[in-house]
């Protein structure tokens, strides 16, 4: 039997060696730059917030003033009321809507290909047009209101926008707009994704339409359930830009929301401290979110 070239069996370890190292030498600048510029920074905020920062960075340490401040302020508990009226009518209203353009759809109908992009059009846009969109629609100078009074209706009137009591729902319809299509996306790959046989089955056994829903469709689109509360959330609670087109925070701060507090106080108001304190406490209920379903799926993969 002849005996192995110790030349050639090296060169093959080698290249062996750098097959496995290659991906992480491609991938190591992009995961030092993230680490840097992500973490690094997300670290650096959650410092700031036990400093007594105003202006610019400082390092004199505080402890928890800042945060026992920041909910003493009237405009954080007013962010984060219209954060909770928000996020629940956008999750809940863009869940139904996705859901049952996705029933839609999977029904086969005509024109399918050409429906399902102009449902997710919307998403393809970003949040600063949508809101520049929105209010231009909205304003009742130049939008709907307006155009109505041109045709002859007088009596028509629609000013949410300015209403201080109704500005964070234009913010709700804007939001719902842009995300309904995306939402739909996700309910249709899981309504496709389900064994036809289980259904053909289930109708031979004498179930209706409702039951089939309610007891074999619904039950098995729980992981896009799950998703589209997750990304709906994360959408939610980070609302900045769609905010600041659409109404800028106001009337006065009837549109505020945690986002835009961060933003005023850590580079208009000079407190900077404060911003990185609300920042910090934004990150800790995207965790609050995130960890669980991270945990969920990992424990579901085991």
């Known amino acids: ?23 992480k030498i491609v991938l190591a600048p992009s995961l030092a730059v993230m680490v840097i510029f992500v973490y690094g920074f ?4 959650v410092y700031l917030s036990f400093t007594d920062s105003r202006m610019l960075p400082s390092y004199g340490f505080v402890g928890f003033e800042n945060y026992s401040d920041l909910f003493q302020i009237r405009t954080w508990d007013t962010a984060v009321t219209n954060l909770a009226i928000f996020a629940s009518l956008y999750i809940v209203i863009c869940t139904i809507i996705g859901l049952m353009l996705a029933i839609l759809l999977d029904q086969k109908i005509r024109g399918e290909g050409f429906l399902r992009p102009i449902f997710l059009y919307p998403m393809a846009l970003s949040f600063i047009v949508t809101g520049t969109a929105w209010k231009w629609m909205l304003d009742p100078a130049i939008g709907l209101e307006n155009t ?3 045709w002859g209706w007088e009596s028509f009137e629609f000013n949410w926008i300015k209403d201080g009591d109704m500005a964070i729902y234009t913010i709700v319809i804007a939001a719902v707009w842009q995300s309904s299509g ?11 994704g389900i064994d036809n046989e289980i259904l053909k089955a289930a109708q031979m056994d004498g179930a209706s339409n409702f039951q089939l829903y309610r007891r074999i469709i619904l039950p098995q689109l729980r992981p896009a359930f799950l998703s589209a509360f997750v990304i709906l959330s994360h959408l939610a609670i980070k609302s900045y830009d769609l905010v600041i087109a659409l109404t800028g925070g106001g009337p006065g701060n009837a549109t505020a929301l945690p986002a835009t507090f961060m933003y005023s106080y850590t580079f208009t108001r000079n407190q900077m401290g404060i911003g990185a304190s609300s920042a910090v406490i934004m990150l ?3 965790a609050a979110i995130m960890v669980p379903y991270l945990y969920a799926e990992l424990r579901e993969k085991k």
């Open 284 to 286: 800790m209920t995207i």
């Open 1 to 23: 039997m002849a005996a192995t070239d110790p030349m050639l069996s090296g060169g093959a370890d080698f290249r062996t060696r750098l097959q496995n190292w290659l991906p």
């Open 148 to 150: 109505m009074h041109l």
């Open 42 to 45: 997300i670290a650096f905020t």
């Open 182 to 192: 995306f939402v739909m996306a996700m309910f249709l790959a899981g309504l496709r």
